[in-house]
C-alpha cells in the first residue's frame, strides 16, 4: 500500500491540524512506525538522529491524535491529520515547527510560543 | 540559511494552498531549485527520479505561485504556502496528491478530479 523502499524504508510523513489546517511538522515514518500508528491511533514517527522509533509526545505528553491518514500518487509520502494535544508540535515551544518565513535573506519569527521549552522538557 | 547537508543535498519541501490550507503535495529541493523559486516566485524542485531541477507547471501550465516560504525549526524542511495555478498540483488530475485516505488496510479515493491528465499532459 505504500511505498517505503524508495528511500531507504523512511519516508516523509506530514502533520497537519485536522481542524484548522496548519501545518505543524514533518518527521519520517519507516514500516513499524507506520503500523503502530494505524494500531495505536497516535503519531509515531522514526527518528533518523537516534535511529529509533520516535513515539511523538512521549516525553511532554503533546501527543498527536490521528483524525486521518492520506497517502500521495506516489505512495511514497504520508499526510496525517491531526489533534495535537497540548496545543503546539514543535519542542521550540510554537504551535507549528515552521514557524519562521524566509524573507530575503533573512529568517522572521511569525509566530508566538505556546509553552516555554525549558518548563515541558525540564532542561 | 537552510540546512542542505542532513539528507545528501535534498530537502523536503511541502506546497499548500496559501488560502484554504489544504496541503497540495511533497516534492523536493536541492539549493539551487531553492535558489530559483525565490528569484523566479515560482516553485522549482528537484526530480529524483529524473535527477534535474523541475519546474513546476513547465509542461502543463499549472505553476505554483510563491505566496510565503516557512522553514522548519531544524532549517531541513521547506513550507511553500502557494497559489496553484489551473487548480490542482496532482500529475492524476487532483487538487492534491494526497487524494487517498487509508482506511484499514484499504485506500479510498476521497476527492474529484480537477481535469483529465490525459488531456493535459497529451498523453
Not at 24 to 49: D, G, H, I, P, Q
Request: hydrophobic share 40%; aromatic share 10%.
Amino acid at each position: 500500500m505504500i511505498d517505503f523502499k524508495k528511500t531507504g524504508g523512511i519516508i516523509p510523513a506530514i502533520a497537519q491540524d485536522a481542524d484548522t489546517g496548519e501545518v505543524l511538522m514533518l518527521a519520517w515514518m519507516n514500516e513499524e512506525a507506520f503500523a503502530e500508528t494505524v494500531r495505536t491511533n497516535r503519531a509515531c514517527y522514526f527518528s533518523r538522529s537516534r535511529g529509533k522509533l520516535w513515539r511523538k509526545g512521549e516525553e511532554s505528553g503533546h501527543v498527536q491524535e490521528i483524525r486521518g491518514i492520506y497517502i500521495d500518487c506516489d505512495a511514497d509520502t504520508i499526510l496525517l491529520k491531526v489533534t495535537q494535544v497540548g496545543g503546539a508540535a514543535c519542542h521550540e515551544g510554537y504551535k507549528s515547527c515552521f514557524f519562521r518565513q524566509v524573507e530575503g535573506e533573512l529568517l522572521r519569527v511569525v509566530a508566538d510560543r505556546v509553552f516555554d521549552p525549558q518548563t515541558v522538557y525540564k532542561k
